[in-house]
């Protein structure tokens, strides 16, 4: 049988997990006994499951640096950043572990006539969820949470990249055998579980989200998929500079910016043009890849070698195309695959970089003339989930903020960050389908019913 390997970022040689590649059978079982389970879980009721939420939500609080420390080996993830995510987890499963006492329905009046109508919100069955390597423990959670809260058993196929952390926090949840199972494997192990699951929730990059969005809705299944952004970041000549300077260096070289809600572009408008190129290129020189097991590090190792060879590549063809390094540029002096965080100029037009993810330490610096412009700009991409919009005016702010094509926008902040009881998603191509996280979620995970009740004696 094959393996699943995860490799520590930082120390390629260092070997975090292996464990057995599921394939189509493994899987099948592994739904066929999820559809088993999901009777006894409903069964509990909503104060069974809400319980049950709340110790998974106990347990991970109580492992917290354990799961911390696998993180930094397993996904590279700086340990502060690691910290913030960990505590992140266990609040997600506490707000869903209230979930199951939420509303399940509504009442009406029926359009004429006497009696009763009703919707009820019922579980489909089972979750088939893929999630990524980036917020290995975050991003599970909040498609599981919120699954099982209304009902529902769940598969998870997590990323081969992040299989220890998957595979951990299942155990830590506790939950009935076949409630939450955990199947490591790579694309057959996803493709078996799109075939035979009930509801699919999909985050991940662009090209294999189309992919399963195709193959969920040819069954007719709901889905839902999270992909990639290419998220611009505006900066007005009245924004306080030094302030704009560090939120993007935050968002840029955070998690060596392989968040989904990373900055790539940054458009500086007008006057805001100069004295951005220097302080943001300051800033990201204080934020210098280094190991994420130090407390101070913002920007760690990317994912992997072909990752880090995607990077510099991109770098080398926007140089040779006339483009200019006001930061960073080349890999980091040290073993692992380290980018130093890099801010791009001139950066030549129809260049990939203006036009895809690259899911690194990276942006490119964009001038534009006024505001208009600068949101022609930011909105001449389909990977359109998070922006921000740096400025002393909250009008002109709310104003921009009202025109960009994107998801999730925040003002004088960075880009990335999100919270977990609001709807998360992007807009055109970055996302498709329901929104996740807060109420959005398990209107997701659950099918509405109509019933008509006519009193007895009516015909
Ligand atoms: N919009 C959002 O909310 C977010 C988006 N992302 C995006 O995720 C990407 C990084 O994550 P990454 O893990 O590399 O993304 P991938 O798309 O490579 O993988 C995501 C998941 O899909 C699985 N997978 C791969 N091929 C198939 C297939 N043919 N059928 C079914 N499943 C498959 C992967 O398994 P395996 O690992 O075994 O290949 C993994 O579990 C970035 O593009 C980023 O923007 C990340 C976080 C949030
Ligand atoms: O910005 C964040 O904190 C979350 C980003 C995210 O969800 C992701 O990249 O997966």
């Excluded at 009406?108 to 579980?123: D, Q, S, Y």
């Excluded at 190129?277 to 913002?298: H, M, R």
């Excluded at 964009?366 to 700009?377: T, V, W």
């Excluded at 389908?433 to 006519?454: I, K, M, N």
């Amino acid at each position: 049988m094959s393996t699943i390997d995860s490799y520590n970022p930082a120390d390629p040689d260092d070997l975090v997990a292996s464990v057995p590649a599921a394939g189509t059978a493994e899987v099948a079982a592994a739904i066929a006994g999820a559809r088993e389970a999901q009777r006894g879980w409903w069964a509990l009721g909503a104060a069974g499951r809400s319980l049950a939420l709340g110790r998974a939500a106990a347990a991970i609080e109580a492992a917290a640096e354990e799961l911390v420390a696998l993180a930094v080996r397993e996904v590279g993830k700086p340990v502060a950043e690691a910290r913030g995510e960990v505590a992140r987890t266990a609040a997600i499963w506490r707000y869903y572990a209230q979930a199951p006492f939420a509303p399940a329905g509504e009442v009406h009046e029926p359009a004429a006539g006497p009696g009763l109508l009703l919707t009820r919100r019922r579980p489909y069955g089972v979750a088939g969820l893929i999630t990524p390597w980036n917020f290995p423990l975050a991003i599970p959670t909040w498609k599981a949470a919120p699954a099982l809260a209304v009902g529902n058993a769940v598969v998870l196929k997590p990323s081969s990249e992040a299989v220890a952390c998957a595979l951990r926090l299942a155990e830590l949840a506790g939950l009935p055998e076949g409630v939450l199972t955990v199947v490591p494997g790579g694309a057959e192990a996803g493709t078996a579980l799109i075939d035979g699951a009930d509801v699919v929730s999909f985050t991940g990059s662009t090209g294999v989200g189309r992919s399963v969005v195709a193959g969920a809705s040819g069954r007719g299944i709901p889905v839902q998929a999270e992909m990639g952004g290419l998220n611009a970041a505006l900066v007005l000549p009245d924004a306080d500079i030094a302030q704009a300077a560090a939120h993007l260096a935050n968002a840029i070289a955070g998690y060596a910016g392989q968040k989904c809600t990373a900055t790539s572009r940054v458009i500086a408008v007008g006057d805001a043009y100069e004295p951005l190129a220097e302080a943001l290129a300051k800033a990201l020189g204080q934020t210098p890849a280094a190991d994420p097991a130090a407390p101070a590090t913002v920007c760690g190792p990317v994912i992997g070698g072909p990752a880090l060879e995607r990077l510099t590549g991109a770098i080398d063809t926007a140089r040779a195309g006339g483009a200019t390094v006001l930061a960073g540029g080349a890999r980091a002096d040290r073993a692992g695959w380290f980018l130093e965080p890099t801010l791009l100029e001139n950066v030549p037009a129809g260049h990939p970089l203006l036009t895809e993810e690259f899911f690194g330490p990276l942006a490119v610096l964009l001038p534009a003339a006024d505001l208009d412009a600068a949101l022609a700009l930011a909105n001449d991409t389909r990977h359109s989930l998070s922006a921000s919009v740096h400025s002393r005016s909250l009008d002109v702010a709310l104003a921009a903020a009202d025109r960009l094509d994107a998801g999730m926008i925040r003002i004088n902040a960075p880009s990335s960050g999100v919270d977990f009881h609001l709807p998360f998603g992007g807009a055109k191509g970055a996302s498709y389908g329901a929104r996740e996280q807060g109420r959005a979620a398990l209107d997701f995970y659950t099918a509405a019913r109509t019933v008509s009740v006519l009193p007895a004696g009516e015909c």
